[in-house]
């Protein structure tokens, strides 16, 4: 079965601090990938997707992540955080052939301090 | 402007009690689920509909229902079956692909919280 794990639960880091969030899936087929983020009190949003070709993707805000087929990862990256970047982050994962449904890491909670 | 709306925003109901909450949205998107969001553990599907008068059930469907009469409306009840409703519950929609399901972009809603009393 598919499934995704967020490795960090919460990350804590100071304004201008790098970011990394881990992402691994389980799954032998054909992945789309996908970043979402939640900010305080408001809705869940897309930040960046991978479908196919160019496996470094770049989202909104300065984010970008980078498909590695062979470590079955997707992890997100920022080079400069900001305090405005607190908020939960969400890994997930379809299936390319047959997309009905996605599969969601638990996510992660980053918290940014001024 | 485009987008999902769910109501209400916050909901008390006493044990007992079935509750509907009302999703909207005029993407005019085929695709439309029903998730719930509890603390560390993410979104747990509870139905999905890929098209008008068709839905499937999700990872926790127990003690919920949902109908899908029209393109534009998936409501979710949370019925008395249901043993631990309160919960942040979060409505999508997407583009569909049709046998295929959706693009896996989805579109959601600002949440409905009920507690329970």
């Known amino acids: 079965a598919q499934s995704v794990s967020q490795h960090n639960h919460h990350v804590i880091l100071s304004e201008a601090a790098s970011l990394e969030l881990g992402c691994n899936y389980s799954y032998g087929g054909t992945v789309n990938l996908f970043w979402y983020v939640q900010y305080p009190g408001q809705h869940l949003q897309l930040l960046l997707k991978y479908f196919s070709g160019d496996p470094l993707v770049k989202g909104i805000k300065g984010f970008e992540a980078e498909f590695i087929k062979s470590k079955f990862s997707f992890n997100l990256r920022k080079p400069s955080v900001q305090w405005s970047d607190t908020a939960e982050y969400f890994c997930a994962v379809n299936d390319a052939g047959n997309n009905r449904k996605l599969i969601w890491g638990l996510g992660t909670s980053l918290a940014v301090n001024p | 402007d485009g987008g999902i709306t769910q109501s209400p925003k916050y909901l008390f109901r006493k044990e007992g009690q079935n509750v509907t909450l009302s999703c909207e949205q005029n993407l005019n998107h085929d695709a439309m689920y029903w998730y719930r969001q509890d603390p560390g553990q993410g979104l747990r599907l509870i139905y999905y509909?890929?098209?008008?008068?068709?839905?499937q059930k999700g990872d926790i469907a127990e003690g919920y229902s949902v109908s899908r009469e029209k393109k534009e409306s998936f409501p979710l009840t949370v019925t008395s079956a249901q043993k631990n409703p309160t919960a942040f519950y979060l409505c999508?929609?997407?583009?569909?692909?049709?046998?295929?399901?959706?693009?896996?972009?989805?579109?959601f809603g600002e949440g409905s919280r009920l507690t329970v009393l």
């Open positions: 509909s890929q098209i008008v008068n068709d839905f």
């Open positions: 999508a929609s997407a583009r569909s692909k049709g046998a295929k399901g959706s693009t896996g972009e989805l579109f």
